[in-house]
């Protein structure tokens, strides 16, 4: 099956740093991925769709200059989480949507990410 | 607000029973689809139905789809110990592949 990686698993930083996620298709091309995060025990919420070679576009309530979003190529997509806060600690996932089955998105295995 | 919503349960079975969950959404969809979760971890894609279906099985997984009452189940029959996970159903709410999750229900299977 498609293979989806997000790099890191796991980060831990400080308040008012910057973290960058990177998520990769491994052996098909993606036009199209999402950005979801996760509390503990809770559903996924989506975040932002991540666009190649355009802006992202971003759900309602979801800060766009908190959330800085790449899509440099069809293989891979960035989330870069800007001057984070302890409540930006979460779970986040990406998806991405293969173009030659469109119907179905395959996950990333997540970035824990803490801020002290 | 999320579109599709399971109802709230945490199910706890032994080895070789069923398992059944439900997933009501709110609007018209073109398909829903199942994932699996285990714990701190990515989704795998179990099964897509899409409006026109009725029901589907993928091996031991039986999916049905009521547009009439806007309701999905998940059965997952002959559970075994490495079934124990979370399970989200999810529509394509927002349109363009943009899901809407439920809850989720999670699923301890008792070897």
């Known amino acids: 099956g498609a293979v989806v990686s997000q790099h890191p698993s796991r980060v831990i930083c400080k308040s008012g740093t910057s973290v960058k996620i990177e998520c990769r298709s491994l052996d098909f091309q993606a036009t199209t991925m999402f950005w979801y995060r996760q509390f503990p025990k809770q559903s996924l919420m989506l975040m932002a769709t991540?666009?190649?070679?355009?802006?992202?576009?971003?759900e309602q309530g979801v800060e766009k200059d908190k959330f800085l979003i790449n899509h440099a190529s069809l293989t891979l997509s960035t989330l870069t989480v800007t001057s984070a806060h302890p409540e930006d600690s979460s779970f986040y996932i990406c998806?991405?949507?293969?173009?030659?089955?469109?119907?179905?998105?395959?996950f990333g295995p997540g970035t824990r990410l803490t801020v002290l | 607000s999320q579109q599709g919503e399971e109802d709230p349960q945490a199910l706890s079975i032994q080895e070789g029973e069923n398992a059944t969950m439900n997933c009501s959404y709110k609007t018209s969809i073109n398909n829903l689809q199942w994932y699996r979760q285990n714990s701190g971890r990515g989704l795998v894609h179990l099964i897509l139905i899409r409006s026109n279906e009725r029901e589907k099985h993928s091996g031991r997984l039986r999916v049905t789809l009521d547009t009439s009452k806007k309701s999905s189940s998940l059965l997952i029959t002959a559970s075994r110990a490495a079934d124990t996970a979370s399970y989200f159903c999810a529509t394509d709410y927002y349109g363009n592949n943009r899901l809407a999750f439920g809850k989720g229900n999670q699923v301890v299977v008792i070897p």
């Open positions: 998806s991405a949507v293969d173009l030659r089955n469109t119907d179905t998105q395959y």
């Open positions: 991540s666009n190649e070679g355009s802006k992202a576009t971003y």
